[in-house]
Structures are given as C-alpha cells and as structure tokens.
C-alpha cells in the first residue's frame, strides 16, 4: 500500500502549493468550504472574494482554468435544480426578460450555485495539488480515524484493480473485432459490466486472502509521521484567513 497511486484529478507539479503539506492543506480546504457555506446568500460581493482567492491559488498552483471548468461540470444536475427553483418556488415574484420568477427561488437558485461551485472548486484545488497517498498521509497526521483511513487507503488500490481490468477486456474485445458503441449493442455492454462485476469481486476475493496470507490483522501499519513546522501551518492558513475575513465583514453587514 505504500506504493504511489495514479489519481485523474492530480496533476503533478512543483509549486508551492504542491509542496506544503496536505494536512494543512486538508485543513485550510475545510475550513474555506465552511466560510463559504456560512455565508449569507444575498452577500453576493463575499462570494466574489471567495472566486478571487481560488482564482489566485489555482494561478499559484499553476492549475489550467480549462482543467477546473471541465471537471467542474460534475455538478449540471445542481445547476439544473438552480435554474428551475425560481419557476417553481413560491412566493413574491419579480419579472426577469419577461418572465414572472420566485424572489425567494432567485435567492435559493444563486444560494445553490454559488455555494456548490466554490466548494466543489476548492475541493478539485486540493486533489489536483495532492496526490492521493498524500492525502492519506495528511489524514493520518491529522489523527483520522485508523479505520476510515484503511477504507479508504483499501478502495483507493481497489479502485485501480477495477480500472486496469475494465481496460483489460475493453482490449480484449477490440481485439475479437467486437466494440459495442451503439444503443442496440447495449446488451453486450450489460455482459461485459456484468462479467467486470464478476470478475472483480473473485479479484477481490483473492486480494484478502493473500493479504491474510502475509499477517494482515485489519488495519494499514503505523508509519512514521513528523510533525509539520509552525511556519508551513502559518504559511497554509493564509487563505483559510482571508475567507475568515470575507465571512465576518459579510455577517457584520448582514
């Protein structure tokens, strides 16, 4: 388990935010995404502040815009379900363009998409900056618990037996002349997700009981941590702060 993972939302890098050590940057995400969702809706200038500072670490840590805009469509149901609260709320209604829309849906559809988009950035911030082992390692420094930290250290190198054998007999049937893309072929695309199933749960089957094998009792062995330099905590908790100023001066004119 000690061996590097290969993750889709990490990209490598030498920058100083790439560089500081993933418990404060564990921490100083958790702490942004709360400020962002403790702040008041109609605060619509605190929310610009927040987009100016992950716009500015995502330039410090040299993350493309179009990497972060792309992995941020994962959440069009959500901006779906903003669009369509100010036909569908009840209500004072105001005329936008021509139509009748819901105050209180425009209040709620902004609160939705605002909130949603700036904590789903921060969070892609931290995994692009932060391999995933890292990301254990800073869950272990910050005394996560030991079994959620093996769960989650076991589905991360599961994760990849499931990948590396899907590309396995994707290759296998190219191989055969068989590569179902259209809507009639979908019942081979049902067999090959229903072998992949098979297939991985005897993989699975056979990953514990060599584990077993080799005196596993239930949890990933301690490893030797250190602890991180005050500097490095000063250092991370600079845009924890500033989004701790944004909040407080958007409640004191709440």
Known sequence: MGAGHVSALYLPGSSRVHRAAPEVKIVAALLVVVCVVATPRHAFWAFACYAVLLFGLSRLAAVPMRWLSSRLLIELPFVVLAFLLPFTAAGPRTEVLGLALSVEGLL???????????????????????????????????????????????????????????????????????????????????????????RSYERGERVHLAMLSRGWSGAVPDARVGRTPAAAWALGMVPPAVAVLVLGAALWTA
Do not use: C
């Not at 589905?155 to 590396?164: D, K, S, T």
């Open 108 to 198: 709620a559809g902004w609160n939705v998409l605002a909130k949603g988009t700036l904590g789903l950035a921060t969070s892609l911030l931290l995994a692009a900056t932060t391999a995933p082992n890292e990301l254990l390692l800073g869950m272990r420094r910050l005394r996560a618990p030991k079994l959620l930290t093996t769960i989650a250290s076991l589905m991360l190198r599961y994760a990849e037996v499931v990948v590396g054998e899907a590309r396995r007999m994707r290759v296998a049937r190219i191989a055969r002349g068989h590569d179902p893309r259209f809507l009639w072929q979908v019942g081979a695309t049902a067999r090959g997700v229903g072998s992949l199933f098979i």
